[in-house]
């Protein structure tokens, strides 16, 4: 069973595409936060980040890099938010990893990304100490 973004990808459901080349496809999001709130996606189907191979991330990047500014200037926003739910409990609905890239303006009400936390933890010196070290042996 392929995601939304295959059939949207193999023009089995309509989009709003804006962009696309052999490896990446951008296009409108259905339900936008904000107008002009644009999904970049792998052609491929990987379902988190740490799936998607080394080169394929590369050209996914270079796309997000080109849309920015195509989706800034189109809408005239002020800035962008851009973000991936990277898994379910992150809050990714679908399976095929992809990109928000989500127009931002002044006074719109909108957080930053530290929003998106619930409590945050308080963390003693040692406990950050050793979730460096943890993170640093796994790079
Ligand atoms: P997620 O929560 O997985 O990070 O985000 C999925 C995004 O896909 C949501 O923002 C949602 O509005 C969008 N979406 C879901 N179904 C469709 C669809 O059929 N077409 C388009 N263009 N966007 C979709």
């Given at each position: 069973m392929s995601t939304i973004f295959t059939q949207i990808i193999e023009g089995e459901i309509p989009a709003r595409i804006v962009y696309e080349d052999g490896t990446t496809v951008a296009f409108l999001d259905a339900?936008?936060?904000?107008?002009?709130h644009t999904l970049v996606v792998p052609r491929d189907e990987f379902?988190?980040?740490?799936?998607?191979?080394a080169d394929v991330a590369t050209d996914l990047y270079e796309t997000i890099h080109r849309m920015v500014p195509a989706v800034e200037d189109a809408v005239d926003a002020d800035a962008t938010t851009v973000a991936f739910n990277n898994g379910e409990a992150a809050?990714?609905?679908?399976?095929h990893v992809h990109c928000h890239i989500v127009p931002r303006f002044e006074g719109d009400g909108g957080g930053p990304i530290?929003?998106?936390?619930?409590d945050r933890p308080d963390l003693a010196d040692d406990e950050l100490d050793d979730i460096a070290a943890d993170i640093e042996s796994r790079a």
């Open positions: 339900n936008p936060l904000a107008p002009g379902e988190r980040l740490d799936d998607v191979p809050g990714q609905e679908v399976p530290h929003a998106i936390a619930g």
